[in-house]
T-cell receptor, first 113, second 114 residues
Framework: GQQLNQSPQSMFIQEGEDVSMNCTSSSIFNTWLWYKQDPGEGPVLLIALYKAGELTSNGRLTAQFGTTRKDSFLNISASIPSDVGIYFCAGQLNSRGAQKLVFGQGTRLTINP | DADVTQTPRNRITKTGKRIMLECSQTKGHDRMYWYRQDPGLGLRLIYYSFDVKDINKGEISDGYSVSRQAQAKFSLSLESAIPNQTALYFC?????????????FGPGTRLTVL
């Protein structure tokens, strides 16, 4: 099956620093999604990317759909304590009407105040 | 009120017991999914359903079964629970728009099998 490699697995940063994480795949995806999971909650969608090369922002978050369609990255600028959580990338395949997501392993972000 | 609800939120059970996890949604979506989350492995798809009469196996369906009782309800069953089914389970829903769809997740059920 498809595999997504997400890195880094964990990050320990100071408040105010910028954050960068990425996902790579051996397969091509039609859509890339970035989710955030807070403790005790389900993942919440942050950004969706639909076209190769697309760069999309959501507040302090910026994500890009790689031109090869096999990778994506997420940047968080000027991190704040509420950014703590686990971030997941997900690639979506459109095949015969099936909209299935393949998730990365997650990046756990810890922020020191 | 939450759009996607899961019950129970936490459950501890013993090996061999039958367990049912329930998911309800008020979003009016046709598509529903069950995922399992293990540390370091992200979320893996167990089963998915595109409408009431449609059930499909996901990546890791062995040991699980599902029932789509209505558009708004999708249940996951473990007929005979085993310890390696200890995990966090998430239900999700989606409604296809254009050529892609966004999945909305419930709060999760933490299942421990002793």
């Amino acid at each position: 099956g498809q595999q997504l490699n997400q890195s880094p697995q964990s990050m320990f940063i100071q408040e105010g620093e910028d954050v960068s994480m990425n996902c790579t795949s051996s397969s091509i995806f039609n859509t890339w999604l970035w989710y955030k999971q807070d403790p005790g909650e389900g993942p919440v969608l942050l950004i969706a990317l639909y076209k190769a090369g697309e760069l999309t922002s959501n507040g302090r978050l910026t994500a890009q759909f790689g031109t090869t369609r096999k990778d994506s990255f997420l940047n968080i600028s000027a991190s704040i304590p509420s950014d703590v959580g686990i971030y997941f990338c997900a690639g979506q395949l459109n095949s015969r009407g099936a909209q299935k997501l393949v998730f990365g392993q997650g990046t756990r972000l810890t922020i020191n105040p | 009120d939450a759009d996607v609800t899961q019950t129970p939120r936490n459950r501890i059970t013993k090996t061999g017991k039958r367990i049912m996890l329930e998911c309800s949604q008020t979003k009016g979506h046709d598509r529903m999914y069950w995922y399992r989350q293990d540390p370091g492995l992200g979320l893996r798809l167990i089963y998915y359903s595109f409408d009431v009469k449609d059930i499909n196996k996901g990546e890791i369906s062995d040991g699980y079964s599902v029932s789509r009782q209505a558009q708004a309800k999708f249940s996951l069953s473990l007929e005979s629970a085993i310890p390696n089914q200890t995990a966090l389970y998430f239900c999700a829903t989606s409604d296809r728009q254009y050529f892609t769809d966004t999945q909305y997740f419930g709060p999760g059920t933490r299942l421990t099998v002793l």
